[in-house]
């Protein structure tokens, strides 16, 4: 069946470290990836998306690539600030329309 | 565009009482999603709907739970009788339903029932 599988937290970092949060997906058909971020408080919100093969979404210095071959869709930043510090979801969406989560990783940045 | 409303923000009952959350969907959108959110269980998918019909309710945790749409751009999240263990942070969010086009997420309801 459809499920995402994201890296466990919490993740902790200084500010300036490099991030990387690693997701995995299995999908029936061809499947859009979608990062998303919640701040306390607030529902998720959109962060980027890719939505082909080798496409790279990007938005406020996070990327993320669709890689087929591996079915990743690895988050990445270079330099995290204290106002990054969010949860963050990994999701696809197939031609059903239905949405697939995982189940979040926290990060919390230091100064 | 004032994006997905949801209210009330947050609500405070007594075991037993009737609940009911809204919510109004963005303009031009035909799919509507309700989770609901725990430390828990996290984020977990009660019920979603396309052109106003319930396409899954998989999700949805007994017969306690009831969601309708009444017209294209409006929701609602019935619990009756509440319960304790129902106190979560239920959002809503609604798509174009395209499979390109992310989900837009409201600011949700945290349901205390005590």
């Known amino acids: 069946g459809d499920s995402v599988t994201q890296m466990e937290g919490p993740v902790t970092l200084s500010e300036e470290a490099f991030l990387t949060i690693n997701c995995t997906y299995t999908?029936?058909?061809?499947?859009?990836l979608f990062w998303y971020v919640q701040y306390p408080g607030e529902g998720l919100q959109l962060l980027l998306k890719?939505?082909?093969?080798?496409d790279k979404g990007s938005n406020k210095g996070f990327e993320a690539t669709y890689r087929k071959e591996t079915t990743s869709f690895h988050l990445e930043k270079g330099s995290v600030q204290v106002s990054d510090s969010a949860v963050y979801f990994c999701?696809?969406?197939?031609?059903?329309?239905?949405?697939?989560f995982g189940d979040g990783t926290t990060l919390t940045v230091k100064p | 565009d004032a994006g997905v409303i949801q209210s009330p923000r947050h609500e405070v009952t007594e075991m037993g009482q009737e609940v009911t959350l809204r919510c109004k969907l963005i303009?031009?959108?035909?799919?509507l999603f309700w989770y609901r959110q725990t430390m828990m269980r996290g984020l977990e998918l009660l019920i979603y709907?396309?052109?106003?019909?319930?396409?899954?309710d998989s999700g949805m945790p007994e017969d306690r739970f009831s969601a309708k749409m009444p017209n294209a751009s409006f929701s609602t999240l019935k619990i009756q009788p509440s319960e304790p263990r129902d106190s979560a942070v239920y959002f809503c969010?609604?798509?174009?339903?395209?499979?390109?086009?992310?989900?837009?997420f409201g600011n949700g309801t945290r349901l205390t029932v005590t």
């Open positions: 999908a029936t058909g061809y499947p859009s």
């Open positions: 303009s031009g959108h035909n799919s």
């Open positions: 709907f396309n052109n106003n019909v319930p396409i899954d």
């Open positions: 890719a939505t082909k093969a080798d």
């Open positions: 999701a696809h969406n197939t031609n059903a329309g239905k949405s697939t």
């Open positions: 969010a609604s798509s174009n339903g395209d499979r390109n086009s992310p989900l837009h």
